[in-house]
């Protein structure tokens, strides 16, 4: 590529950003095609395949972004005086204290429900009062995220999310390494993260604030080796008690254990052996028949996708391969120790069985690859933040180490355009990897990307992604399961089901169960939920791909709904799907039946009268006998000696 060429392209670009740029000068739809696309340079909105997502201000949240020579005094100060003004929660996440933008979940206190105006109003004044009595007359200040150089949120297809000086390019399959490299030198593109073994960079554009990179992203998006250029958005995800949504139980604490015995708690594991005892019996995923067959490889891999697992745990610490921390940026998986969710879908997945301690997984003797890919709020005020170029490199990361990818975790419910999530998924199931999502459990429509079940990928291909719902303890769809639009492909028990906890003592949090290591005082939780159902299916896929490697995920997925227990409604139906899964009946077993075989019915009808035929010889010889015994009797009564 010419340096004149390159000059001119950069001039064209931030000509256009420019243009954009000046949105009070002309009409929102100059950034656009006819098409409805958004072009190259577009400051609200960001390209997916044909069409665009526009991007419009939160009511939810808003940041405050603070001077590069700030402290942590400074922030504490911020925070303390935004909540005594009433502005809401403020919150200093991880993946943005590299930006010092602060996230603050709005109080709705306006005249019309959802209203943050009056919060917003609020904080203009806390945010002028305090730089002028920290920042006077410094070129830096703290700047409100609607503010032109703030770090705005935005929100889109039922998502909030942050925007950051970040982009991620993926290139076309094939592209030259120069030619890759010389287009980010060109826009000044500095890689932050370099995931060239997959074909993408992470960047940032120096010298512009999160607004200005997301026209340039735009602009990237359109070249000729690109395949995608999306920003790095870090998505704001809501408090999940227990999992995915406000109406899922909250976590509990199983009973007292017993004395000592092998896997203790098995008893209250009804979800792998239902004796009918508080629910029906044979309403499980038939885990002993199926251990029968296999209990599993430890060459078998699952991913368990989440907010970490800890490894320590005397009932999976023998389970690990190597794991990945996308969100923190190295090989430790460990979670901080109020995030308990990861730890608890493990143990569902692939808990140690046969040894003194606790709980049986459904993948017994299969291996375990932690990953992962977001945190709660320190504060547990409201949520966890999730970056999108983190879940990215933690899908990606996964498929390259593991069989079956469990996703215990949801997006927005009409979220459908995220090019970031869906690439990586694709790459998964491309390799050959067995990808499972939880539904969600806000007794609505199936969440993304569990929604993206029967959906086609960029080159047409079907997405064999399993979306997985939940049951009770008499196989009853629970009524907080998500369902709808033929999505949901199976469903396994996910009340209430007795697995591990972050081991130690736990100290409530302000939301009232989470706090320090785990969700209970003990080392093992009662969870609820549609992640709870998903490691159940993921576990089984693990079984079936121990005992028949190398099966496809479409072939994984047929061999799932092919062997399901088909629950009320009868067929197919959106809430349950293809039924509640059967462990030993997809693992292709020939004896899978629990049940006791019937005594076979007693005949009680009568007999009819039997034909005989009478020799007549025998009844002569018979009267002969008779009347010689009987003359013989006279004989000596009559004539004594």
Same mark, same amino acid.
């Given at each position: 590529m010419e340096m004149t060429t390159a000059s001119g392209l950069r001039r064209a670009a931030r000509t256009r950003i420019w243009l954009c740029a000046t949105s009070l000068l002309l009409t929102a739809a100059?950034?656009?095609?006819?098409?409805?696309?958004?072009?190259?340079?577009?400051?609200?909105? /960001? %390209?997916?395949?044909?069409?665009r997502v526009v991007l419009v201000y939160s009511t939810l949240y808003e940041t405050v972004t603070l001077p590069s020579n700030a402290t942590a005094n400074h922030i504490e100060v911020l925070e303390a005086r935004i909540e005594d003004a009433g502005i809401g929660i403020p919150e200093l996440f991880p993946s943005l204290a590299d930006d010092r933008a602060i996230v603050i979940q709005l109080r709705q206190d306006g005249a019309a429900p959802g209203d943050p105006a009056p919060a917003l109003e609020r904080l203009d004044r806390v945010i002028a009062d305090f730089n002028s009595e920290y920042f006077a007359g410094q070129q830096e200040q703290v700047v409100a995220g609607r503010n032109a150089v703030g770090n705005p949120v935005y929100s889109s297809d039922g998502a909030n999310f942050v925007m950051v000086n970040e982009v991620i390019v993926q290139f076309v399959p094939g592209s030259n390494e120069t030619e890759r490299l010389a287009l980010l030198r060109m826009y000044e593109a500095e890689i932050t993260q370099d995931h060239s073994d997959h074909n993408w960079y992470l960047v940032t554009i120096r010298g512009l604030n999160a607004r200005e990179a997301l026209g340039v992203s735009n602009?990237?998006?359109?070249?000729?080796?690109v395949e995608f250029a999306q920003p790095g958005f870090v998505e704001l995800i809501?408090?999940? %008690?227990?999992?995915?949504g406000a109406s899922a139980p909250l976590p509990t604490c199983p009973a007292t254990l017993p004395g000592l015995s092998i896997d203790p708690l098995f008893a209250q594991q009804w979800y792998l052996n239902n004796n009918g005892s508080g629910g029906t019996q044979f309403a499980d995923v038939n885990a002993v028949k199926a251990w029968q067959i296999?209990?599993?490889?430890?060459?078998?891999? +699952?991913?368990? +996708?989440?907010?970490?697992?800890a490894q320590d745990h005397v009932d999976l610490a023998t389970k690990f391969v190597a794991g990945y921390d996308a969100y923190g940026g190295d090989n430790d998986p460990t979670p901080n120790p109020?995030?308990?969710?990861?730890?608890?879908?493990?143990?569902?997945?692939?808990?140690?069985?046969?040894?003194?301690f606790g709980i049986k997984g459904i993948g017994s003797d299969v291996a375990i690859m932690a990953v992962r890919v977001y945190a709660y709020a320190t504060k547990g005020a409201y949520g966890a933040d999730m970056p999108h170029p983190v879940i990215k490199a933690g899908i990606e990361t996964a498929a390259d180490n593991a069989h079956v990818l469990n996703n215990s975790w949801v997006r927005s419910e009409s979220m459908v355009s995220n090019l970031a999530i869906e690439s990586a998924i694709d790459y998964a199931l491309n390799k050959g990897r067995v990808v499972v999502f939880a539904v969600g459990n806000e007794g609505g429509a199936v969440r993304y990307p569990a929604k993206l079940a029967n959906t086609f990928d960029v080159t047409g291909k079907p997405r064999a992604i399993i979306a997985v719902g939940a049951t009770d303890p008499n196989d009853q769809a629970l009524s907080w399961s998500n369902s709808g639009g033929g999505l949901v492909t199976v469903v396994a028990p996910g009340l209430e089901l007795v697995t591990t906890d972050i081991m130690g003592t736990t100290v409530n949090g302000p939301n009232g169960y989470t706090g320090i290591n785990g969700y209970c005082a003990g080392d093992y939780a009662v969870f609820s939920g549609t992640s709870a159902a998903a490691p159940l299916v993921s576990g089984t896929a693990a079984l079936i791909l121990s005992?028949? %490697?190398?099966?496809?995920?479409?072939?994984?997925?047929?061999?799932?709904?092919n062997t399901a227990v088909d629950l009320v409604p009868a067929g197919y139906d959106d809430k349950t799907g293809h039924g509640?899964?059967?462990?030993c009946l997809a693992l292709q077993g020939t004896n899978c039946n629990r049940a006791e075989p019937p005594e076979p019915p007693v005949d009680r009808t009568p007999s009819p009268p039997s034909s005989?035929?009478?020799?007549?010889? +025998?009844? +002569?010889?018979?009267?002969?006998? /008779?009347?010689?015994? /009987?003359?013989a009797y006279l004989f000596r009564k009559w004539w004594p000696d």
């Open positions: 100059s950034c656009y095609s006819q098409e409805g696309e958004c072009r190259a340079g577009a400051l609200d909105c /960001f %390209p997916y395949r044909d069409t602009t990237i998006h359109y070249e000729a080796i809501p408090r999940l %008690p227990g999992d995915g296999t209990t599993g490889d430890q060459s078998t891999v +699952i991913a368990i +996708i989440d907010d970490g697992v109020w995030d308990g969710h990861g730890t608890a879908v493990a143990g569902i997945a692939a808990a140690v069985t046969g040894n003194p005992k028949t %490697p190398g099966l496809l995920p479409q072939a994984v997925r047929d061999r799932l709904e509640r899964i059967d462990a005989l035929t009478v020799d007549p010889t +025998i009844v +002569i010889v018979g009267v002969s006998i /008779f009347l010689i015994v /009987f003359l």
